[in-house]
C-alpha cells in the first residue's frame, strides 16, 4: 500500500472518529457541571517542572495544546478528548504562572517574556522526548504557537493559530496607536504602574472575569466554567509573570540575557514555513489584527478559518469543535 493511501486513511479515519467525538462531546457540555482532565502530570522540563493534561494514545501523533492569559487548560477541555478520539496523542500544559507548573529554582527569573514561553515549549517537548509535534493555541497560546514554528520548525508538524501572526517585538510596542485601538490596551498600560501590580494581585479573579467578559462578549460561561480555570491563577508565580509579560512588551521592564539572541531574530518578524490554519471569531473583543494583514507571513500551505456565531476570543473553548477540526485538517496537510 502506498504511503499517500496510508495518510488518506489516517486522515478518514480521524476524520471520522472526530465526528463521533464530537457527538459526546456535545452531550458532556450540555450537562450543569462543567467536564475537567484527569490527574495532572508532572515533569522537570528546563527552569520548570510543568504541570500537564495528557490525553490519547500514547503512541498517537502528538499534538501540543497552549493556552493564554488570563485562562488556563480548560480552555481546551472539550478540544482534547475530539482529538484523542481521533487518535492524537493530546498533551495540554499549564504555563510558567499558571496551575500546577512551578520554577523548579526559587532562584528563577519569574520571566514572562515570550522567547522564555517559547523555550518552555521546546523544554517540554525533550522531557517527553517528542522529536516534533502539531502545535495549536490563543492569545498567549498562539503567539508561543507561532515564535515556536518560526524558530524552530524543524520541530514542528503544523500549527492551528487563533488571531493569526502574533509575534511582537520591544521596539514595535513603542509606537503609538490611534487612540480609539489603544484603549482596547486598558489592561496592559494598567499593569504597567506599581498601582495596577497591586491591583491585579489583589483582584486577580475579578480581573480575569472583566477580561474573559470583554474580549467574548456574546460567550454565556457560567460561575462554575469561570472557576474551574481561576484555581489555576493561584500559582504562586502567576501576577510576577503577567506583570512581566506585559511591562516586557512596553520596554519597561528587562528581559533575561539568555533570550536576546532569538529576541533578535523574532524583531525580524521572520515568516512561518509550516503548514498553517489561523482561525477568528466574529466577536472577539480583544485586540487582533484583521487576516489579510498577516497571510503573507505563512509561506507553507495555508488558510484562515472565520467563524460565526457569536464566537470570542476564547475560540478553543466557545467552538471546539471547529478548533479540533483544524488541528486535523493541518496536521493532514503536513502528512501529506
Same mark, same amino acid.
Given at each position: 500500500?502506498?504511503?499517500?493511501?496510508?495518510?488518506?486513511?489516517?486522515?478518514?479515519?480521524?476524520?471520522?472518529?472526530?465526528?463521533?467525538?464530537?457527538?459526546?462531546?456535545?452531550?458532556?457540555?450540555?450537562?450543569?457541571?462543567?467536564?475537567?482532565?484527569?490527574?495532572?502530570?508532572?515533569?522537570?522540563?528546563?527552569?520548570l517542572?510543568?504541570?500537564?493534561?495528557?490525553?490519547?494514545?500514547?503512541?498517537?501523533?502528538?499534538?501540543?495544546?497552549?493556552h493564554?492569559?488570563?485562562?488556563?487548560?480548560?480552555?481546551?477541555?472539550?478540544?482534547?478528548?475530539?482529538?484523542?478520539?481521533?487518535?492524537?496523542?493530546?498533551?495540554v !500544559?499549564?504555563?510558567?504562572?499558571?496551575?500546577? @507548573?512551578?520554577? =523548579? +529554582?526559587?532562584? *528563577?527569573?519569574? /520571566?514572562?517574556?515570550?522567547?522564555a514561553?517559547?523555550?518552555?515549549?521546546?523544554?517540554?517537548?525533550?522531557?517527553?522526548?517528542?522529536?516534533?509535534?502539531?502545535?495549536?493555541?490563543?492569545?498567549?497560546?498562539?503567539?508561543?504557537?507561532?515564535?515556536?514554528?518560526?524558530?524552530?520548525p524543524?520541530?514542528?508538524?503544523?500549527?492551528?493559530s487563533?488571531s493569526?501572526?502574533?509575534i511582537?517585538?520591544q521596539?514595535?510596542?513603542?509606537?503609538?496607536?490611534?487612540?480609539?485601538?489603544?484603549?482596547?490596551?486598558?489592561?496592559?498600560?494598567?499593569?504597567?504602574?506599581?498601582?495596577?501590580?497591586?491591583?491585579?494581585?489583589?483582584?486577580?479573579?475579578?480581573?480575569?472575569?472583566?477580561?474573559?467578559?470583554?474580549?467574548? !462578549?456574546?460567550?454565556?460561561?457560567?460561575?462554575? @466554567?469561570?472557576? =474551574? +480555570?481561576?484555581? *489555576?491563577?493561584? /500559582?504562586?508565580?502567576?501576577?510576577?509573570?503577567?506583570?512581566?509579560?506585559?511591562?516586557?512588551?512596553?520596554?519597561?521592564?528587562?528581559g533575561?540575557?539568555?533570550?536576546?539572541?532569538?529576541?533578535?531574530?523574532?524583531?525580524?518578524?521572520?515568516?512561518?514555513?509550516?503548514?498553517t490554519?489561523?482561525?477568528?471569531?466574529?466577536?472577539?473583543?480583544?485586540?487582533?489584527?484583521?487576516?489579510?494583514?498577516?497571510?503573507?507571513?505563512f509561506?507553507?500551505?495555508?488558510?484562515?478559518?472565520?467563524?460565526?456565531?457569536?464566537?470570542?476570543?476564547?475560540?478553543?473553548?466557545?467552538?471546539?469543535?471547529?478548533?479540533?477540526?483544524?488541528?486535523?485538517?493541518a496536521?493532514?496537510?503536513?502528512?501529506?
Amino acid at each position: 500500500m502506498s504511503e499517500t493511501i496510508n495518510h488518506d486513511r489516517r486522515r478518514l479515519v480521524g476524520a471520522t472518529a472526530l465526528a463521533i467525538a464530537a457527538t459526546y462531546v456535545g452531550r458532556a457540555r450540555a450537562a450543569s457541571t462543567p467536564s475537567t482532565f484527569g490527574p495532572m502530570k508532572q515533569i522537570d522540563a528546563g527552569v520548570l517542572n510543568v504541570g500537564y493534561a495528557e490525553a490519547g494514545p500514547a503512541n498517537g501523533a502528538p499534538v501540543i495544546l497552549l493556552h493564554g492569559w488570563p485562562y488556563d487548560i480548560h480552555a481546551f477541555v472539550d478540544v482534547a478528548p475530539l482529538l484523542a478520539g481521533a487518535g492524537y496523542r493530546v498533551i495540554v !500544559p499549564h504555563l510558567r504562572g499558571y496551575g500546577t @507548573t512551578r520554577f =523548579r +529554582s526559587s532562584d *528563577a527569573v519569574r /520571566n514572562g517574556q515570550p522567547a522564555a514561553l517559547a523555550v518552555d515549549v521546546i523544554d517540554l517537548m525533550d522531557a517527553l522526548k517528542i522529536r516534533k509535534a502539531t502545535l495549536a493555541g490563543f492569545d498567549w497560546g498562539a503567539r508561543t504557537v507561532n515564535i515556536v514554528s518560526a524558530l524552530w520548525p524543524e520541530r514542528v508538524k503544523a500549527i492551528v493559530s487563533v488571531s493569526g501572526y502574533l509575534i511582537g517585538n520591544q521596539q514595535a510596542g513603542k509606537q503609538p496607536l490611534p487612540p480609539a485601538a489603544e484603549l482596547q490596551w486598558w489592561y496592559q498600560f494598567y499593569l504597567a504602574t506599581e498601582r495596577g501590580r497591586l491591583g491585579y494581585e489583589k483582584y486577580t479573579k475579578d480581573f480575569a472575569k472583566l477580561i474573559w467578559q470583554t474580549a467574548s !462578549p456574546k460567550w454565556a460561561f457560567d460561575d462554575a @466554567t469561570f472557576a =474551574r +480555570s481561576g484555581a *489555576a491563577f493561584e /500559582n504562586p508565580d502567576h501576577v510576577a509573570i503577567a506583570i512581566h509579560n506585559y511591562r516586557w512588551r512596553l520596554g519597561l521592564a528587562d528581559g533575561e540575557r539568555r533570550y536576546d539572541d532569538l529576541e533578535s531574530k523574532l524583531a525580524q518578524a521572520p515568516v512561518i514555513s509550516v503548514p498553517t490554519i489561523t482561525m477568528e471569531g466574529d466577536a472577539n473583543g480583544a485586540p487582533h489584527p484583521e487576516p489579510s494583514a498577516y497571510a503573507k507571513k505563512f509561506t507553507g500551505k495555508y488558510a484562515h478559518r472565520d467563524l460565526t456565531g457569536g464566537i470570542g476570543h476564547n475560540l478553543p473553548q466557545e467552538a471546539p469543535e471547529a478548533f479540533a477540526k483544524a488541528v486535523v485538517e493541518a496536521d493532514g496537510w503536513a502528512a501529506a
